[in-house]
Structure formats: C-alpha cells, structure tokens
C-alpha cells in the first residue's frame, strides 16, 4: 500500500500491455499511448484513497446485509440450445464455433 | 388537450374516462419522436408498429370491460441497457449492435404486464459508463433545454425523451447517479431506488453491486406509479428484495410536518456553481416552510466517494464485461489482419479472436475503464486498490448511516453545474468523473435518492435538487419531492421548440 507521502505509481507501456492482455483487449498504437498517460492520471486521482487508516475497517462488497439465498432444489427449463445459439456470430446446431484454441495466432 | 404536454397522470385519467385512447396518445408521442429525434438522438430505436398493436389491443380491452394493468396504455421509453425480446437491445455499444436478447428484463415484463407501450430503446452511455452521453456509439445526446449542452448521462436519452416530451415515463439505470444527474440537468424527476428494490435480471451488468433501475418521468407522483409497476421481488434477481412494496402513491398526499432533513455543509464547497447553490439554499427554505426542519450533519468521507466508486465500479464491469467474447454474442473480429503496431502477439488463434473482437466492440470509455478495473484487480495491486476501496466503501456507508439517526432525509444538489457544454469535459476523464460527486453515495451505500428540478439558471437551464434517504425509504422520498412539487411549478416548464 502506498504511503501517505508517496507519489503515486505512474504506468509504464508495458504494465499497459500487460494489463491490456489480461483484459483481452488487442489495443491499438494509440490507444497504448493514451492510455498509458490516462490510466497513470486515473491511478494517480484514486490512490487518494490511501489517506485513509483502514486497518481496523472490514471490506464492504455489498450494500446490503444480505445472507446468501438458497432456492428449492428443483430442476426447471433453462434456455433452448437454439435460443442460446441464436445470436453467436458464428454456430452450428448444437455448439459455438471458434478458431483453435490451441497455435500460433494468424493460423485462425 | 396536446397530448404530448399532458403529465402521464392526467392522461391515465384520461385514458380511463374514454377522453382519449392509446393508439392517439401512442400515435402523439411517435410523432414527436418522429420530429424531434434527428436532434435530440434519445431514442436508439422506435418501435412504431409493435407500440401500435399493444396501444390497440388495450383499446379493445378497455372497450370490452376487460381488467387492465395500471400502467394501462401508458407510453415508456426504456434504456437500451434493458434486454427486450422483440427490440434489438444494443446497450450503446457497437458490441451489441445486432443483439437481440433471448428473453424481456424483469422490469420490461413487469410493463408488459402493466399494459404499459414500450415506444423503443433510448440512448445512452455505452454500457452506462458516462455523466454526459456522449460515449453512445450511436451519437450523442443534445439537452432539449440548449442543444449545444449535454443531458447528463448515463441515462441521457430517457432523460431528454422526458424533457423534450417524446415520452411520458421513462426507464433509466443508476450506478453513480445516471438517473439522478440526468434528471437534474434535463429538468425532470428521477428516483434511484435502494439496491434490491428493482430486479436487475436482464439489465445488462456494469456494475453489479451498484446498478439500480429506476423511473424517471415528470413528477414525482408519475416516479411513484412506474415504481409501483417494477419494483418487487424476483427468484431470477438473488438481490433483489423479498419485502413487500409498499403503496407509494397513497402515501404521496401526507403533509411534511415534522420531517427532519439533513444538510452537509461540505456539499457547498469550491466547485458548486453560485446559481446552483442559490436555487438549492431556496429549496431548504420552502421545505422549512412546509413544515420541515433543517439540521447540518456530516459526512466525512463524502469527498472519498468518487475515487472509490472509481475502483470498485471498474473492477466489477472488467469481470462482467469479460462475457464479451466474439463466440456467444455481440461483435466479432472478421479475422482480417491488421498492420497497426499495438498488440500483435496472442497465445492462440481463439484468444487473438477474443483481443481483436474486443478492441474493436468496445468504444474508449469502455476500454479505458476495463483497463483501470483489470489493473485495480491485478496481482500486487488488489490489496492497494480493490481491497481499500471496499474498506472505504464501509466508512462511507457508516457515514450516512450515522447521518439517519439523526435526519430522515439529506438534502442538496445534484450536480454542482447545469448543464455542461457538449465536449467540455471528453479530454480529461477525471474532471467527467467529478461530476458524479453528489451522485456516487448513494449507490456505495446502497441507499435511495431522489433528483427533481428547483429552479432555472438566468440561462434557462434547469437545476435539480436532491433527496437521500436510508435503504427502502422510496415512499418518504417520493412524497417529499411530491409535497415539493404542489407548491412549485419548475416541473411543469417546458422546453424552448426543438428545431428539426
């Protein structure tokens, strides 16, 4: 966690790369470029947070105090394959279609 | 009677009596959209012929006797972020261009089950990201009021259809305030319900710890109707509450005597706009007219909400926007090959499908935000981002919690400008992020809000104040803005004419 005085992280390119991979997004020139000032500025405007003491503050993920929620155990309809298959850009009767999942890209 | 200036309860009453029928007051509204949308750009698409029949059938129903529900040939508008079995439901993003959802959000059955029209899908901020409606793909959204300036955003075109009379009620969604800063900069009155009140089945996710639908319309007696038809409890929405709803329209006419509203002193700071606070200062003074009672109370880490809600929100829609895959729905890469420079060295054919289907779906709010969620969650940097920022969600939460023990209700602006110019602020994200700073507790805390116009710069642009109240107090809320609403008219001001 950052201190209180440190100036906040700045990215680099390839922290943008890498951030961009894990995120799947194939970005462009451009966009690596603007991004890596933004995201540092973004970072920058949020890590004010870390004025903030919260050793002693529990996570909030929810708003609500709600306890999980269990329904009956009883099978009901799901969505029809087809219904399912309807709007894949590419399918045949029964399954999605894509390229290998395994090799070199540019074999697709 | 001009249809399209009747606020929706007078034309329910209308409808009831036989003055009119659905298929005149549907036809009126489609006409105006007709005229008005080539500049306005709320509506992403119109559903002329299927808002005909429906308007039909209800004529035909009422003619026999037949029960009808109480939104009973009544026209909505509804964000396109709501999937719609028979509307392509686009969310803004070229992403969704052609997507036609599998089956109707909750809240959309609900208003079939209502008998309400649903006139089409409005624009908005591609997948809610956005105060200013100008990150549709489809085109921005121009404010009815100066159509050089932004409606708000996200829920920028339900607003503006509101405003510019193309529609009588509309659906939007908040997640940092894109209902309530919409509604105030488009001079209208918008209700973000608790967290749960609403069902969220079938809305597409952004955010999904913070996404509330809600009504936007007129008055805050029309908010209380279209609540009244979509709130409740859904199996298909595990958050959505199982506690009963209440009456909201019956509760609407008590008088204000007694109630106890907050002020925070902090909300008056730099950056609020003279006129602004001069409009909501009159608004505490009218509410302690009817009886209110005015009490400072703080919020200490109100100035905290933004940063936080800048890291919980991005990292919530990096995760649900992973669903964006090329292979089930939505755009995929043609498998052309590029020669920019970027990224250009993938682990496998499918994941380079998934890269480039992605980057080409997405429009830059969007990646931008996937980008800072993906980094917040990362290895190394969960326990400095994510990690804080729910710790602070928590301060913020026991704030106002603390707050509600002493007040019924806080009061304030909306946002601390009208009306922004359009491209004033698309060059710096995070002075687009500020304008969320009135809007975003709420939505951490899980609580309610409620925007509704107090008054119009000398530039005749609408100011909107706002009520917060703790989790399930819609029926304070409503009446409150209600009690509000019978003693001044800036509700009831229409737009200058929209030219074509």
Request: charged letters at 20%.
């Amino acid at each position: 966690m950052p201190a209180q005085d440190e100036a906040p992280p700045t990215l680099t390119r390839d922290d943008v790369i890498k951030v961009a991979m894990l995120a799947r997004l194939a970005l462009s020139d451009t966009e690596l470029s603007s991004l890596t000032e933004e995201l540092s500025k973004i970072v920058g405007f949020v890590s004010q947070l870390s004025e903030l003491d919260t050793d002693e503050v529990e996570p909030l993920a929810h708003p609500l105090d709600s306890q999980n929620v269990f329904r009956e155990d009883r099978p009901v309809p799901s969505l029809a394959t087809a219904d399912a298959l309807r709007c894949a850009p590419r399918h045949d009767e029964e399954c999605f279609l894509v390229p290998a999942v395994l090799g070199e890209s540019g074999s697709a | 009677m001009t249809i399209t200036t009747t606020p929706a309860a007078e034309l329910a009453s209308a409808l009831q009596k036989g003055e009119t029928t659905s298929v005149e007051c549907t036809t009126a509204f489609l006409d105006r959209i007709e005229a008005t949308n080539p500049t306005i750009n709320a509506f992403l698409s119109v559903d002329r012929d299927g808002a005909l029949a429906k308007a039909e059938a209800v004529d035909t129903a009422r003619a026999q006797g037949k029960p009808l529900g109480p939104l009973a040939g009544l026209p909505v508008a509804v964000k396109d972020v709501l999937c719609t079995t028979d509307q392509k439901t686009t969310c803004a993003s070229r992403m969704l261009k052609t997507y036609k959802p599998p089956y109707d959000a909750d809240v959309v059955r609900r208003l079939r089950e209502a008998d309400a029209i649903i006139l089409g899908k409005t624009n908005m901020d591609e997948f809610a990201m956005g105060g200013s409606n100008e990150n549709s793909a489809y085109g921005l959204v121009r404010n009815p009021w100066d159509t050089d300036r932004a409606p708000g955003g996200s829920s920028g075109g339900s607003a503006a259809a509101v405003a510019a009379d193309m529609a009588p009620l509309a659906i939007g969604s908040d997640t940092g305030g894109s209902i309530r800063q919409p509604a105030g900069l488009c001079g209208i009155t918008g209700l973000k319900p608790t967290y749960g009140r609403v069902s969220r089945r079938g809305l597409i996710a952004f955010s999904s710890s913070l996404d509330q639908i809600g009504p936007m319309a007129r008055s805050a007696k029309e908010c209380a109707m279209l609540l009244q038809a979509i709130a409740g409890h859904d199996p298909g929405d595990s958050t959505s509450l199982n506690t009963p709803v209440p009456e909201y329209l019956t509760n609407l006419e008590k008088p204000l005597e007694g109630l106890r509203i907050g002020r925070v002193a902090e909300h008056f700071g730099d950056g609020l706009d003279s006129e602004v606070a001069e409009h909501v200062e009159q608004t505490f003074a009218a509410y302690e007219a009817a009886g209110a009672t005015i009490h400072e109370v703080e919020l200490p880490h109100a100035s905290y909400g933004v940063p936080t809600y800048y890291l919980i929100a991005p990292s919530e829609a990096s995760s649900n926007l992973a669903r964006y895959d090329g292979a089930h729905y939505g755009h995929r890469w043609d498998g052309t090959p590029s020669d920019d420079q970027g990224i250009t060295t993938f682990d496998s054919p499918l994941v380079e499908m998934y890269c480039r289907s992605r980057a080409e779906g997405f429009g830059p709010e969007v990646k931008r935000r996937i980008m800072l969620g993906t980094y917040a969650l990362s290895a190394g940097y969960y326990d400095a981002y994510y990690a804080k920022a729910l710790r602070v969600r928590r301060l913020i939460r026991n704030d106002f919690t603390q707050a509600f023990e002493k007040v019924d209700l806080i009061g304030g602006p909306v946002s601390a400008t009208p009306a922004f110019k359009l491209g004033e602020k698309t060059d710096d994200p995070v002075s687009m992020y500020l304008v969320d700073l009135y809007t975003v507790g709420a939505n951490l805390a899980g609580i309610g809000g409620i925007s509704f116009p107090c008054g119009f710069t000398k530039n005749n642009l609408p100011v909107g104040f706002q009520l917060q109240g703790p989790a399930l107090s819609e029926p304070l809320l409503l009446q409150a803005a209600h009690q509000y609403q019978l003693t001044t008219d800036w509700h009831l001001q229409r737009t200058p004419a929209i030219s074509s």
